[in-house]
Nanobody, 127 residues
């Protein structure tokens, strides 16, 4: 599967951005999707994940209440709506697909549990 992330940019603190991740190559509905980010000098960290079927979601504590992950199966696209952005949200954001996790198991937050990755998109929040 190929993943293409887009939508990053420069925004002022308190502003919003919406990232998109377009998927192709395999049936989109067969895999869970996740967003991760990596800031300069820091390790990659989990941001959010969404299930295949029932729309259940999982978020990192640092983004709860501010970010929303969603998916549009008709467009083979997953989104990350980011509101109330802070300078500490500055990072390269990447989308990933989890093909292996069985149904009815918790959404994954570890990068090594994801099978396919897209290239990142830079998000810069100015204070």
């Amino acid at each position: 599967v190929q993943l293409q992330a887009s939508g990053g940019g420069l925004v002022q603190a308190g502003g919003s951005l919406r990232l998109s991740c377009a998927a192709s190559g395999r049936t989109f509905s067969r895999y869970r999707m996740g967003w991760f980010r990596q800031a300069p000098g820091k390790e990659r960290e989990f941001v959010a994940a969404i299930s295949r079927f029932d729309g259940s979601t999982r978020y990192a504590d640092s983004v709860k209440g501010r970010f929303t992950i969603s998916r549009d199966s008709a467009k083979n696209t997953v989104y990350l709506q980011m509101n109330k952005l802070k300078s500490e949200d500055t990072a390269v954001y990447s989308c990933a697909a989890d093909f292996r996790s069985p149904r009815y198991t918790p959404l994954r937050s570890r990068a090594e549990e994801y099978d396919y990755w897209g290239q990142g998109t830079q998000v810069t929040v100015s204070s």
